[in-house]
Structures are given as C-alpha cells and as structure tokens.
C-alpha cells in the first residue's frame, strides 16, 4: 500500500507509541526520527503523542518536544503541558467493568497518579509496576479511575459480553496483536476524539492531520484523521491507511523523506 505524500504542508502529526514511533515497550526514538520531527517541527509542524500507556516516557518526550501528549487511550489528554480534558468512569460503568468471571485475572486500575492491581501473595511484582509505582487492587479510588486492563488467555469473550452490556464504553485489545490484553476506558475515550481535541485545541483543521499507528488502538485515530499512516501490517488498520510503512525501523526515513519532499532544511 503506497500513495504520494501530500504537497501541502500537514499542521500536526500526532503518533501513537509502541510499534510506531518507537519499538515495542521501548523508551527511545531513533536519532533519525528525532532529525526528521526536528526538521518538520522548524517549519511549523505541531507534534502530538497519542498512547495507549498510562504514562508517556520522560526521554520520549524530550525528543519529541510534542504540543499535546493523550495518554489511557486518549482518556487523559494534555496540551502545551497543562491538563485539557480527562475522563473518568461513573460509578456503574466501573462496576460494569469489573464484574468479570476470568478466575486468576490480572486486573490493573489506572487513575493518573498511580495504578492498583492484584500482586497475589507469594508472587514478586512485575518490573513495569516497580517504575509506575502501584499499590493494592482494594484501595482503589472509585471515583478517579480512568483506564482499566485485563490480562487473560480468555478475555476475548468477556471483552464481547462487555461490548453488548454497555456498548458505550471503549474496549480495545483482546485481538491481534494483544489477543490476551483488554483495556477499557470511558465513553468518549479513544484515540480518534483525542486527535479531534488535539487538533481543535491547537486550531488546526482536521484536513491538515495526520496520524500514524500500528495497532487496533490506533483505528479511531486512522479513521479521522485527515491523512492516516499505517505503520506495520495488521489487517484491520489498511482500510483506513492512505500509505504504509511496513516496519517500525523504517519511520525515520519514511519522515525524512516527507520533509525533503517540503523542501525543509
């Protein structure tokens, strides 16, 4: 799948992170990304992140220097670094969520100053909640809860029962490439109404958008934008991708040559 780059300049490229803008579970862009998000950014470019991830790296955005960063799905998004919008569960809706039958889930809650999930006794917590820093299921707020995961080798048919009781909620995942991850966030949270936000926030048309992503999460934001990037091959993603780039290494070229063709120094 290819297609000629627009000619006329885009005003804000907003990325998801893992599997696009940096590898899987990474927290590094490449030097040849980080040069060609330079180069666009010089010519009036707005740079947005959309992730699926709770937090966005600290290195990430140093190198990006991004005007908006959406995190949990585009539940919680900032602009020019203050808060703009956030979107929290309802009561209902997050017992909803929780009443599932999966025997031994893992269950991870997110409000945007820690996480809650269940360490069962004996076991040793997992790197990635050493760094967040987390603490037990039960002492979760009800009222600040903004994403929800699951992790289980059968969530696909919770994820359906989930969709068919309360179809205004987000689910995403429980398929390829994360057949054994859901995550569930509000009515309203998704990367596509992110974008939208984004764009209005920072008064550009939504004609001048583009969007890159690589997984399911990322086919709201495809779907809106004004000129969407596929970046690997799930089919799920190509009826919305006006172009493709095949591998997630070669998005620093992919950008450079967007740049050269604008004649940006």
Do not use: C
């Amino acid at each position: 799948m290819s297609a000629a780059l627009p000619v006329t300049l885009p005003l804000l490229m907003a990325f998801d992170l893992d599997g696009t803008l940096i590898p899987d579970r990474g927290d590094r862009v490449a030097d040849d990304v980080v040069s060609a998000l330079g180069r666009l950014r010089n010519a009036g470019v707005k740079l947005a992140i959309i992730t699926g991830r709770d937090v966005s790296p600290s290195r990430v955005r140093a190198a990006v220097q991004p005007d908006a960063v959406a995190t949990n799905n585009g539940g919680r998004i900032e602009v020019n670094g203050t808060l703009h919008s956030e979107a929290i569960f309802t009561p209902d809706d997050l017992e909803a969520v929780l009443a599932h039958e999966l025997d031994g889930a893992r269950v991870v809650l997110f409000t945007a100053e820690r996480l809650y999930v269940d360490v069962p006794a004996g076991t040793e917590p997992e790197p990635w909640m050493e760094v967040r820093g987390y603490a037990p299921l039960v002492d979760a707020p009800r009222d600040a809860i903004l994403k929800v995961g699951y992790f289980h080798a059968h969530v696909a048919g919770f994820a359906q029962r989930l969709r068919d009781s309360h179809p205004h909620l987000v689910l995403t995942g429980a398929q390829d490439p994360y057949p054994h991850f859901l995550t569930v966030t509000p009515e309203g949270a998704h990367k596509g109404a992110a974008l939208s936000l984004i764009a209005d926030a920072l008064e550009v048309p939504h004609a001048r958008t583009v969007a890159f992503g690589d997984s399911d999460n990322d086919e709201a934001m495809l779907e809106v934008a004004g000129y969407a990037v596929q970046v690997g091959t799930l089919p799920l993603l190509a009826r919305h991708a006006h172009t493709q780039v095949s591998e997630q290494t070669d998005l620093g070229a992919f950008l450079q040559a967007w740049a050269d063709q604008l004649s940006l120094p």
